[in-house]
């Protein structure tokens, strides 16, 4: 995979004069179909939905600092933890890693764009109206969804109409991610450049790839899941409904054959963006490269055999619980080969710790750990004890924040110095990840405690022996959620004062965009295709 | 011997934290009281003891990299990128640790699902929001009652202090007697719940529709608490299970008194006015009844049929109470002679017969019901 570099110059300013050729003010953003401008709308809507869901963290974690009611009804508080869950995954991280799938692929491979450039402009301006319906969901008759994001059945039958705006907003969302999905997968597969071969594809965009796939095999299903609750809450079907001849454990079956791939469309990028930050700050190239291709397609196809063991306890015949185990247990192995093979990479390099840096090392550590409370899982007979517990939200928590989340981080303080042309605040970075680091512990750590104690989830209010864990989860996350508000405001210094950045700040970086591209990236790059050895 | 072998591995894990082991249920699973706890538990202790072994081994790797392979200490970058060896190393030794902790997974798996000859049957019907207890078999057959949170709305309000049990306490707690094998069969009659006790290693989901078993045989006396652990609505967090586990004597001694109690509220030669039926029936129909002939009576159409206007209902009732109390055959109307006392039948039946469009104006006695059964 090393590019070479070649023709700088030219794929440089090679769309400079069409800087002016775009609509200016509000429109610029509108009419877009430029892959940069929209992985730029794509990061920030995902940070404003972040803040939201962050705000209904906030108020979750604010009902359980103390034993009793409070400050919110059960009701509200169980609008919340849904909508909680529904915008942090499809508003937040989904959406950002397709933010860094636009800014980067095209730069990654040598393409000027992606390949459908108005679907793509489409496939962001669908976000903003399901988010939209998301959050009025709140504010109609009989208020939010409560049922969970998983918006099991029958409960979510039970629910008043803005179970309705959630299920629309679903379709939305699923559209949206299919139709960036074909974009990605049209843009790896077509637009690489000259000498690029499959097998010289940068790990980022390997694993875009793979979860693009992901993603239109099973954005169908959710959407076909929720579709078919509308029918039965509305139409008469009985499709979950036991009285008419329905089933609500098919439900579980059909959302968790989407539920489970989904945890992998989350992780896998992340997986990328951390397959190109250690190599570069441990000045080596990454270890084991087929390898790691290799285990990740592993991981995506094992992801679609392995949905049941989120209802070990729904009930189903033993044979299959055993099934469903061993096929589980069976994804720690190509988890590993990655975890090991970023180890390797870091392993006798020459390593320095930039903050892009720490947030990965933090990933590998933290992410490390929730695979491991997975494998705990796996085992049916534990699961029957923590299914539903605290342990469970520690675990997705260590995953999706720890994991996906600290990925999108180090992402974003790896690829400011190219996107923006400056160089952010090292010592803020810094101070972001530690505090991030600390107060994420802080919060989900205890968690683990609490759920092996026999707390379960989804309840505002908890007996007396949770007390302490609780109160340490809460301070904690309000501790996390203040130290985000870092980010922006480092980003802002960054674009506003900061120092001047190089083409290449990280001299173990070594992808066509620091190969070939100034820093900012000009707005039209790689018209002319470069050529790769 | 598995069994010591976890425990005292998972002694010396928490006697690294002096202070910790005392209170070691805080910090891990509740201490167990059944052979499947015991399983479980040690089950995870040794999951967490191997996972320890490797987080520590791939961590120490990581750390000694990044304290020794800094560049500001003059590392210089191998560049070192490929090795086939390892990579099937590290690929095989996970696998082979996969399997060998496969064994001990599924033995306890095996056993968790071994709901063969049980010596108690209590069916559980999940409720939004408390618990339906019916002992359909062994000792104590034909009890039922429901349970419901007892911690008052004051100190969930914070007006007055919380007690030891707060949220972990109900009304009617489930008895049964040590050492015997209790068979649970769950049910929903609503929304999914999930019935949960962790010291008897116990979670099933209860499902509206379907019925799935599990069981638990108790070896400590005590009381065991726990609480719904699938989200059923509103008030998923105000569902406590709580499990009292008595002596063989006891127990017998619980159930006489249950009866005596059953026969003291249900005097079967007593005559009941219209209005008292009605009442009665229509709890005993919210029960039973309305999961199929739902509330209005209008039962769900092509599956289960409607009793507003319905001949059986409007017809003889002979033939209604024998219907009530046998079933029928190749449809899903149970037969309910065994699971609802006479005063019950007789209620429910008077009020299918007196609601919505039917206005037979009979009030069904007891005593009928009591002629009929065989």
Request: aromatic share 14%.
């Amino acid at each position: 995979m090393s590019a070479s570099i070649h023709d700088t110059a030219r794929a440089g300013h090679g769309g400079g004069e069409d800087h002016a050729h775009h609509p200016s003010g509000i429109m610029r953003w509108v009419m877009t179909t430029n892959h940069k401008d929209i992985g730029t709308m794509y990061l920030c809507f995902s940070f404003a939905m972040f803040l939201v869901g962050g705000l209904m963290a906030f108020i979750i974690r604010t009902e359980l600092f103390q034993p009793g009611l409070q400050f919110v009804a059960p009701d509200f508080f169980n609008q919340m933890t849904t909508l909680h869950g529904l915008i942090m995954v499809f508003g937040a991280i989904m959406p950002a890693f397709v933010g860094f799938a636009n800014w980067q692929i095209p730069m990654m491979i040598g393409a000027p764009d992606m390949a459908f450039p108005r679907m793509n402009n489409w496939s962001f301006w669908l976000l903003p109206p399901a988010a939209l319906l998301l959050v009025i969901s709140l504010f109609v008759p009989g208020g939010g969804p409560a049922a969970g994001w998983t918006m099991y059945v029958p409960l979510a039958t039970q629910m008043g109409p803005g179970m309705d705006f959630s299920i629309f907003a679903v379709h939305i969302l699923g559209m949206s991610s299919i139709m960036g999905s074909i974009n990605i997968i049209t843009t790896i597969l077509n637009l690489r450049a000259p000498g690029m071969t499959m097998m010289k594809l940068p790990m980022f965009c390997w694993t875009w790839l793979i979860t693009a796939y992901l993603l239109l095999a099973v954005m169908p299903v959710l959407a076909g899941a929720v579709t078919m609750i509308l029918t039965d809450r509305h139409f008469g079907t009985s499709f979950f409904n036991a009285a008419g001849g329905g089933d609500p454990v098919l439900y579980q079956h059909i959302f968790w054959f989407f539920g489970h791939p989904e945890v992998y469309i989350i992780a896998i990028p992340a997986f990328g963006v951390i397959s190109q930050v250690i190599p570069a700050f441990s000045r080596k190239p990454l270890f084991g490269y087929t390898a790691m291709v290799y285990a990740t397609a592993s991981i995506a196809i094992l992801s679609f055999i392995v949905w049941a063991h989120h209802m070990y306890t729904a009930g189903m015949p033993v044979t299959g619980q055993v099934y469903f185990m061993y096929a589980t247990m069976l994804i720690a192995v190509p988890t590993g080969v990655k975890v090991f093979n970023w180890v390797a990479t870091m392993w006798k390099g020459s390593l320095t710790f930039e903050t892009p840096m720490l947030f990965a090392v933090g990933f590998l550590f933290m992410f490390t750990m929730g695979g491991f409370s997975g494998l705990v899982l796996s085992m049916a007979a534990v699961d029957v004890q923590v299914h539903d517990t605290y342990y469970v939200v520690a675990h997705f928590h260590y995953v999706m924040v720890a994991g996906a989340l600290f990925s999108a981080f180090a992402g974003v303080y790896f690829w400011l110095p190219k996107w923006t042309g400056r160089m952010y605040d090292e010592t803020l970075g810094k101070w972001h990840f530690w505090l991030s680091m600390v107060f994420f512990n802080m919060t989900f750590f205890v968690q683990h405690f609490l759920g092996l104690a026999g707390m379960p989830r989804r309840v505002p209010d908890y007996a007396l022996q949770f007390a302490d864990f609780n109160m340490i989860s809460s301070i904690g996350s309000m501790g996390f959620g203040v130290s985000q508000v870092l980010l922006p405001y480092i980003v802002y210094k960054a674009v506003r004062h900061g120092a001047k950045a190089p083409q290449r700040p990280w001299d173990g970086a070594d992808t066509l965009e620091w190969t070939h591209l100034p820093a900012p990236a000009p707005y039209h790059s790689f018209e002319t295709p470069p050529v790769v050895k | 011997m598995r069994h010591r072998m976890a425990t005292s591995a998972s002694c010396v894990l928490l006697a690294g934290f002096p202070g910790l082991a005392s209170a070691a249920d805080r910090w891990n699973m509740q201490a167990p009281a059944s052979i499947v706890a015991q399983d479980i538990y040690d089950l995870h202790m040794l999951m967490m003891g191997i996972i320890v072994v490797i987080f520590v081994a791939v961590f120490a790797v990581m750390f000694y990299s990044v304290f020794a392979h800094r560049r500001s200490k003059g590392h210089q970058a191998a560049q070192f990128h490929e090795n086939t060896t390892v990579e099937l190393v590290w690929t095989i030794v996970p696998l082979i640790i996969l399997i060998l902790m496969a064994w001990p997974a599924t033995r306890t798996l095996l056993l968790l699902r071994d709901t063969s000859n049980p010596d108690i049957t209590i069916k559980v019907t999940g409720y939004q929001w408390k618990w339906g207890y019916d002992y359909l078999g062994g000792e104590g057959e034909g009890i039922s009652f429901v349970s419901a949170l007892a911690t008052s709305r004051d100190q969930i309000q914070g007006t007055v202090p919380k007690g030891e049990h707060y949220l972990l306490e109900v009304d009617n707690p489930l008895v049964v007697p040590l050492g015997k094998k209790i068979r649970i069969l769950a049910t929903g009659s609503d929304v999914i719940h999930s019935w949960w006790v962790p010291a008897l290693g116990i979670k099933q989901d209860a499902i509206p529709g379907f019925v799935r078993d599990t069981w638990f045989r108790a070896d400590k006396e005590g009381t065991f608490r726990g609480q719904c652990a699938e989200l059923c609505g509103k008030d998923h967090g105000f569902m406590p299970v709580v499990v009292e586990v008595v002596s063989a004597e006891k127990y017998s001694a619980w159930v006489g008194e249950q009866k005596k109690m059953a026969a003291r509220a249900d005097d079967p030669n007593k005559t009941w006015t219209l209005a008292d039926l009605m009442a009665r029936g229509a709890k005993v129909y919210a029960a039973n009844c309305m999961a199929c002939h739902q509330a209005n009576g209008q039962g769900v159409r092509g599956t289960f049929p409607a009793l507003d206007g319905s001949k059986a209902v409007s017809g003889p009732k002979v033939d209604q109470i024998s219907m009530v109390l046998n079933g029928k055959q190749g449809t899903a109307m149970a037969a309910f002679g065994k699971q609802l006392s006479d005063s019950e039948i007789a209620a429910v039946i008077t009020y299918t017969r007196n609601s919505w469009g039917n206005k037979t104006g009979e009030a069904i006695q007891p005593a009928e019901v009591r002629a009929q059964r065989k």
